[in-house]
C-alpha cells in the first residue's frame, strides 16, 4: 500500500470518528439535560428553599413505553413531560391492577424530558430510577397507570 493512499484512510478513519464521537456526545448532553434530581434547598434560586410546583396540563405528561414486561431484569416504565418548564413528580405513581405501586422520589423532569422507571434494583440517576423489586411488576395485557400527586390519573398504558 502505497504512503498516499495510507494517508487518505488514516484521515478518513479521523473523520468517521470524529463524526461518531460528536454524535454520541450530541445525544448524550441533550438526554442528560432533559431530566435532573431536584436541587438541594441551599443551591435552590427560590428563597423560601422550594421550587414552585408544576401542575401538569392533562397529556403533556405520558407513559410512552413499557420494555420488557415480566422479565425483572429488564422490564422498565419510560415517562415522557411535553409541557412547558418543569415538571415536579415527587409522589406521583405507578400503579397496576394488581395493586403494585411505584412512588416516585423527589425528581423533577423538563421540557421534552423522560425517565425511565426500573423494576429491577439500582442508584438512581438523572435519567434512571429504580424500584428494587425482587419480581417482574408489570404483565402483558394489564393497563398501567400514572397519578399524580393528589391520585388525579395523569396517563394509562396497556402493556403489550
Not at 439535560?33 to 414552585?52: F, K, Y
Request: proline share 5%; hydrophobic share 40%; aromatic share 10%.
Amino acid at each position: 500500500m502505497d504512503r498516499r493512499r495510507l494517508i487518505y484512510y488514516l484521515l478518513l478513519n479521523v473523520f468517521v470518528s470524529a463524526c461518531v464521537t460528536s454524535a454520541i456526545l450530541y445525544w448524550y448532553d441533550r438526554n442528560y439535560r432533559a431530566v435532573t434530581l431536584p436541587q438541594s434547598p441551599a443551591l435552590s434560586s427560590n428563597p423560601t428553599g422550594s421550587a414552585p410546583i408544576q401542575t401538569a396540563q392533562h397529556g403533556t405528561v405520558q407513559i410512552v413505553s413499557v420494555i420488557g414486561a415480566g422479565t425483572l431484569n429488564v422490564e422498565s416504565v419510560v415517562v415522557k413531560y411535553t409541557g412547558d418548564g418543569e415538571l415536579d413528580l415527587t409522589g406521583w405513581h405507578l400503579k397496576d391492577a394488581k395493586g403494585s405501586t411505584y412512588t416516585f422520589p423527589p425528581f423533577k423532569l423538563f421540557k421534552n424530558g423522560a425517565v425511565q422507571v426500573h423494576t429491577a434494583g439500582g442508584t438512581n440517576t438523572a435519567i434512571d430510577l429504580y424500584w428494587n423489586q425482587n419480581s417482574a411488576a408489570w404483565q402483558s395485557g394489564e393497563a398501567v397507570l400514572l397519578t399524580d400527586a393528589n391520585g388525579n390519573v395523569q396517563d394509562s398504558y396497556p402493556v403489550p
